[in-house]
């Protein structure tokens, strides 16, 4: 294995734990591993591409408000790899997330793909396209 690609899989358990804390509604966390530089994505659940890196950043705060602590979430990684500049994941993210309003936790599965580039010596979330899982029909055999 790669120094890069050790290097994102440890960066890969710290990822698991931002993502733990934005579904309890903690972005701070979320916020050390955005990207600072241009060009930056994301592709939410609910629709639509925002584009900056301040756009983006806006988003992801303005959508952490809506949960609740005590939620948890699981990456599903079904594949990574990470160049000398450019990494990747692509999987499944499961939650039960503590939505505000709601008085119990809303089961949620996401497909994603997240993007990532080097910014000095650290990796950045560049891009996150993240749509809900839906079963693939069954087709009459």
Sequence with gaps: MSKQQQDFKTFMKERQNVAAAYVSGDAAPLGRVVAQESPATFMSPGGGVVRGTQEVWSRYQQDAGRFEAGSTTELEILDMAAG??????????????????????????????????????????????????????????
Aim: proline share 7%; net charge positive; glycine share 6%.
């Design 84 to 141: 000398d500049t450019v990494a990747y994941w692509t999987g499944i993210q499961k939650a039960q997330a503590r939505m505000k309003g709601e008085p119990e936790p809303v089961a949620n599965q996401l497909r994603v793909t997240e993007v990532f580039r080097r910014e000095g010596d650290a990796w950045k979330l560049v891009h996150r396209h993240a749509d809900p899982l839906v079963e693939a029909a069954k087709r009459p055999g």
